[in-house]
């Protein structure tokens, strides 16, 4: 025997609004997570009653009365230098795919000067096939024991051989090594499989100077848009953004909102 139309609609509109419960109770228990905890200084703050103080020392001057970015990047790497637990040079590099979806992971600045801020990576890996394809990028780094970042903007290019090959000695052997046992993005099957590959080269380069791989080398950023960010209170925060057309032209300087 069926159940009637009016009390199997019932049955089913009583069960979705039993799952939409469900589900809201799960949604609501998320979105109540309480993040205040995370930043109890933001806390202390956002009292109405408390004066706008500047709380970080600015140990390389006044930002915003640079006229030129490079020189003030330097200052900033060196204030991370002293002031940063591990990796002052650590940067989050973002790029496209061929479909256009953006990409981004960290690596480490090795150099930067006039022509642009340099970086070292498998050709072959995920990063090296979607700047082949479409070289142009991002930075950031961000100093959080400094509440800084900087953001730079441009075209990118690989670097000469001469350059990639005296970088190249000055790495740890093992790092060497890795250059070669690691195709970088690839599939791997196991650690055991990698392990094996190490060892390999390790017995393959064990007397003498280790070659770079053919398909490992630099690119360089030359930025045509840099941006410096400083942390304040009430999220007043400084920004200054420099702008260029191309390299070697002037930069020109804007303050923008926060």
């Given at each position: 025997m069926g159940v009637p139309p009016r009390m199997?609609?019932?049955?089913?509109?009583?069960?979705?609004?039993?799952?939409?419960?469900?589900?809201?109770?799960?949604?609501?228990?998320?979105a109540r997570t309480d993040l205040a905890a995370l930043r109890p200084q933001w806390n202390s703050e956002m009292s109405e009653s408390a004066p706008i103080q500047h709380p970080n020392k600015l140990t390389s001057g006044d930002f915003t009365e640079a006229d030129e970015p490079l020189r003030l990047f330097a200052a900033w790497l060196a204030d991370a230098t002293r002031s940063e637990p591990a990796d002052p040079t650590a940067m989050t590099?973002?790029?496209?795919?061929?479909d256009g979806?953006?990409?981004?992971?960290?690596?480490?600045?090795?150099?930067?000067?006039?022509?642009?801020f340099v970086f070292y990576t498998n050709l072959d890996s995920q990063k090296g096939r979607e700047l082949d394809a479409?070289?142009?990028?991002?930075?950031?780094?961000?100093w959080k024991s400094l509440s800084r970042?900087?953001?730079l903007r441009g075209p990118l290019e690989r670097i000469e051989d001469q350059e990639a090959d005296a970088y190249f000695v000055t790495r740890p052997r093992l790092a060497q090594i890795g250059a070669w046992a690691s195709k970088q993005s690839?599939?791997?099957?196991?650690?055991?499989?990698?392990?094996?590959?190490?060892?390999?080269?390790?017995?393959?380069?064990?007397?003498?100077?280790?070659?770079r791989p053919a398909?490992?080398?630099?690119?360089?950023?030359?930025?045509?848009?840099?941006?410096?960010?400083?942390?304040?209170?009430?999220?007043?925060?400084?920004?200054?953004?420099f702008r260029r057309g191309g390299g070697g032209e002037p930069w020109s300087k804007?303050?923008?909102?926060?």
């Open positions: 199997h609609y019932m049955h089913c509109h009583n069960m979705h609004r039993h799952n939409m419960h469900r589900h809201n109770m799960y949604y609501h228990t998320v590099l973002a790029t496209v795919d061929s979806l953006p990409n981004a992971r960290m690596v480490l600045l090795k150099g930067f000067d006039e022509q642009g479409t070289p142009k990028g991002a930075l950031v780094f961000h970042q900087v953001r690839a599939p791997l099957e196991s650690r055991l499989a990698f392990e094996k590959a190490v060892a390999f080269y390790m017995a393959k380069f064990a007397v003498g100077p280790i070659p398909n490992w080398s630099g690119y360089r950023l030359m930025p045509l848009i840099i941006e410096f960010w400083q942390d304040r209170p009430y999220r007043l925060h400084d920004r200054i953004e804007t303050r923008l909102y926060p």
